[in-house]
């Protein structure tokens, strides 16, 4: 809410700014008196934001009304820079003095509330104070009275009652009704999950089945991976008993040649 209220104060004091500036332009320029409304929002913006709101408020405006802006519209004469400057000048003199009495002003008023309503020697809130706190806790608690019997007449008025008998009689009426209705849907709700029950017992049956059909399975297959791994090791045996005979009978067929090569050389020489 703060901050709405912050970006709402500077949206108004920039677009009043901008306001005296059209008004300014559209009457002729900065010869007339009319450029004196500009004050308007640097005086807006020293209570609000005080001596920074001030002094940025008085820039924005001899900005404004400075080297952009005609001395004479109708003949489009601008300005010297000794003119705007010195108006730009004296703007951030005012909105600093504008600022600065906004601040004392709001310190001096603290102060005469801390006077006020709090005692000086404790500093406790006295009981002016608190005779003020329980006027707003009052005028709060008679408000949201009065509003709690608005929203009583209105509900009043919308159920047809005279008095609030009547209405309670037809909210305990509405209440029992709703309870009726909750039952039976509840009853009805059972219902069908007791007809879902069934179906879903066999599927878990046949979930069950299937699993320890699966694990029986795996227990063949176990036995069969054992067996297998026999038939491999004996098949290994083999192969490896063949291979070493085939490799002894060729080296022995080997020497064989040998010896009957030697033996044919040897003749052919004894021949």
Same mark, same amino acid.
């Given at each position: 809410?703060?901050?709405?209220?912050?970006?709402?104060?500077?949206?108004?004091?920039?677009?009043?700014?901008?306001?005296? &500036? @059209?008004?300014?332009?559209?009457?002729?320029?900065?010869?007339?008196?009319?450029?004196?409304?500009?004050?308007?929002?640097?005086?807006? !913006?020293?209570?609000?934001?005080?001596?920074?709101?001030?002094?940025? !408020? &008085?820039?924005?405006? /001899?900005?404004?009304? /400075?080297?952009?802006?005609?001395?004479?519209?109708? #003949?489009?004469?601008?300005?010297?820079?000794?003119?705007? #400057?010195?108006?730009?000048?004296?703007?951030?003199?005012?909105? #600093? %003095? &504008? /600022?600065?009495?906004?601040?004392?002003?709001?310190?001096?008023?603290?102060?005469?509330?801390?006077?006020?309503?709090?005692?000086?020697?404790?500093?406790?809130?006295?009981?002016?104070?608190?005779?003020?706190?329980?006027?707003?806790?009052?005028? *709060?608690?008679? $408000?949201? *009275?009065?509003?709690?019997?608005?929203?009583?007449?209105?509900?009043?008025?919308?159920? *047809?009652?005279?008095?609030?008998? $009547?209405?309670?009689?037809?909210?305990?009426?509405?209440?029992? =009704?709703?309870? +009726?209705?909750?039952?039976? =849907?509840?009853?009805?709700?059972?219902?069908?999950?007791?007809?879902?029950?069934?179906?879903?017992?066999?599927?878990? $049956?046949?979930?069950?089945? #299937?699993?320890?059909?699966?694990?029986?399975? /795996?227990?063949?297959?176990?036995?069969?991976?054992?067996?297998?791994?026999? %038939?491999?090791? @004996?098949?290994?045996? @083999? +192969?490896?008993?063949?291979?070493?005979?085939?490799? %002894?009978?060729? +080296?022995?067929?080997?020497?064989? %040649?040998?010896?009957?090569?030697?033996?044919?050389?040897? &003749?052919?020489?004894?021949?």
């Amino acid at each position: 809410m703060f901050e709405d209220r912050t970006l709402l104060s500077i949206f108004v004091i920039l677009c009043l700014a901008v306001l005296v &500036a @059209f008004i300014v332009y559209f009457t002729g320029g900065t010869r007339f008196s009319y450029a004196h409304l500009i004050y308007l929002p640097i005086i807006l !913006a020293a209570y609000f934001y005080k001596i920074k709101g001030g002094i940025t !408020a &008085a820039l924005i405006g /001899g900005f404004l009304l /400075g080297p952009y802006m005609p001395l004479n519209t109708s #003949t489009m004469t601008m300005q010297g820079l000794e003119n705007w #400057t010195f108006r730009m000048s004296l703007l951030v003199i005012v909105g #600093t %003095f &504008a /600022g600065y009495l906004f601040s004392l002003l709001e310190s001096q008023l603290e102060q005469v509330n801390q006077i006020a309503y709090y005692d000086s020697e404790t500093g406790l809130p006295n009981k002016l104070k608190l005779k003020k706190e329980l006027e707003k806790e009052i005028e *709060s608690l008679e $408000e949201k *009275s009065k509003d709690t019997e608005e929203r009583l007449k209105t509900i009043m008025k919308d159920f *047809s009652v005279s008095s609030l008998e $009547e209405l309670k009689l037809k909210l305990e009426n509405m209440k029992l =009704q709703i309870e +009726l209705v909750e039952n039976e =849907q509840k009853a009805k709700l059972n219902e069908i999950i007791g007809h879902l029950r069934e179906p879903l017992r066999e599927i878990d $049956e046949k979930l069950e089945e #299937t699993q320890a059909k699966i694990e029986n399975t /795996g227990d063949d297959m176990k036995r069969f991976d054992k067996t297998l791994s026999i %038939f491999r090791i @004996f098949v290994a045996v @083999f +192969l490896t008993f063949a291979l070493v005979s085939i490799i %002894f009978a060729f +080296l022995k067929s080997g020497y064989l %040649f040998f010896y009957l090569t030697l033996a044919g050389t040897g &003749a052919s020489v004894v021949s």
